[in-house]
């Protein structure tokens, strides 16, 4: 069964750069097969892609938040990042990292990350 | 970027009811549309992939129709676990986007 795990700091000050890992187990990121995303959920709101990787390093972004957002892969470490930069608090959210490039089977259980001096 | 519309946003229903969720595209997705289930403080499941497909574990109750632009999740015989928030989601195309989301709560 795979696995999900996010970390990073929970709170970021406004213009520094959000900086989250995903650690998965239960299967290799290397393998192939499948992407890794990342979503988010701003508070009492609905869900927002943010983009997603492959092992090789191909990725795609969400345009919205493209200019801001890069998002890596370590597969010697099986784990996948995420940083936002330039924060503000309208990126206050819930970040999942979640298996899948369109479709979502697996989710870590969620960061909240907010933005406050 | 394509548009996911969900409706009603709420809804109050009885165990035992048959709750109907909609969702509408605002271009065609073929049948690429999937649901998930969202309760408080965790992370979604995904329930139902490519329109109908019923995810291995989800319960039969559960049910996907839709095509195009419109598409519908049926809870048969709504049980205490399923009061919960509801999403849509397209996979045709990026960005991928999701509906607003249906809370369904007890009555």
């Known amino acids: 069964q795979v696995q999900l795990q996010e970390s990073g700091p929970g709170v970021v000050k406004p213009s520094q750069t959000l900086s989250l890992t995903c650690t998965v187990s239960g299967g290799s990121i290397s393998s192939g097969g499948y992407y890794w995303s990342w979503i988010r959920q701003h508070p009492g709101k609905g869900l927002e892609w943010i983009g997603y990787i492959y092992y090789s390093g191909s990725t795609d972004y969400n345009p919205s938040l493209k200019s801001r957002v890069a998002i890596s892969v370590d597969t010697s470490k099986n784990q996948f990042s995420l940083k936002v930069s330039s924060v503000t608090a309208a990126d206050t959210a819930v970040y999942f990292c979640?298996?899948?490039?369109?479709?979502?089977?697996?989710w870590g259980q969620g960061t909240l990350v907010t933005v406050s001096p | 970027d394509i548009q996911m519309t969900q409706s009603p946003s709420s809804l109050s229903a009885s165990v035992g009811d048959r709750v109907t969720i909609t969702c509408r595209a605002s271009q065609s997705i073929s049948s690429y549309l999937n649901w998930y289930q969202q309760k408080p403080e965790k992370a979604p499941k995904l329930l139902i992939s490519a329109a109908s497909n019923l995810q291995s574990g989800v319960p039969s109750r559960f049910s996907g129709t839709g095509s195009g632009t419109e598409f519908t999740l049926t809870i048969s015989s709504l049980q205490p676990e399923d009061f919960a928030t509801y999403y849509c989601q397209q996979s045709y195309s990026s960005p991928l986007t999701f509906g607003g989301g249906t809370t369904v709560e007890i009555k």
């Open positions: 979640a298996r899948g490039s369109m479709t979502y089977d697996f």
